[in-house]
């Protein structure tokens, strides 16, 4: 049986995944509408995963004897300056994520929870994925800049990438 507190925080950052995955969705309209259809879609994708992350935190609340709330998601942004602004909010976002997992294993510690100590390990080494995904596609963006010729194949590149 999972604590109250331990439930509260555990539906807060269920809701946190579904932002995830409603920004990643905004940032792949954003580029279906500026026309990167290869970037848009691996951010399709990766909307995808955060919907699935979003759904393990709701399974272990039931397997626990924990309710499930949803509250609110908050509304995301529908555009960037650019696809190399939109990937650095991207990167942030990760990393504030990353910082939300660890204060989630901190207290899961605090209470001795150790099943969901267990549960979020999976976490912790998924962001570690998540963070070490994303920073090297900020970094070809910064290097591509204006340089049109690279952007359109580095949209071919990423259009590669299989659902999740
Ligand atoms: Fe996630
Ligand atoms: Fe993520």
Redesign the pocket.
């Known amino acids: 049986m999972i604590s109250k507190t331990m439930e509260q925080a555990l539906n807060k950052h269920l809701k946190e995944e579904a932002y ?1 995955f409603y920004l990643y969705l905004a940032m792949s309209a954003y580029l279906e509408q500026a026309n990167f259809k290869g970037i848009a879609k691996w951010m399709r994708v ?1 909307a995808q ?2 919907m699935t ?1 979003a759904m393990k935190f709701f399974d272990h609340l039931h397997e626990r004897g924990g309710a499930v709330k949803l509250l609110a998601i908050e509304q995301p942004k529908a555009t960037w300056p650019s696809i190399a602004a939109a990937f650095q909010a991207a990167m942030e ?2 990393r504030s ?1 990353t910082k939300k997992i660890n204060a989630l294993v901190d207290k899961a510690a605090a209470e001795n929870d150790h099943a969901t100590a267990n549960f979020l390990q999976w976490f912790v080494k ?2 570690v994925e ?1 963070e070490a995904t994303v920073e090297p596609i900020v970094k070809q963006l910064e290097a591509i800049g204006e340089h049109m010729g690279a952007l359109y194949h580095l949209d071919h590149q990423l259009g590669k990438r299989g659902s999740a």
């Open positions: 995830s990766q995963e955060e992350h976002h990760e994520i998924e962001q998540e």
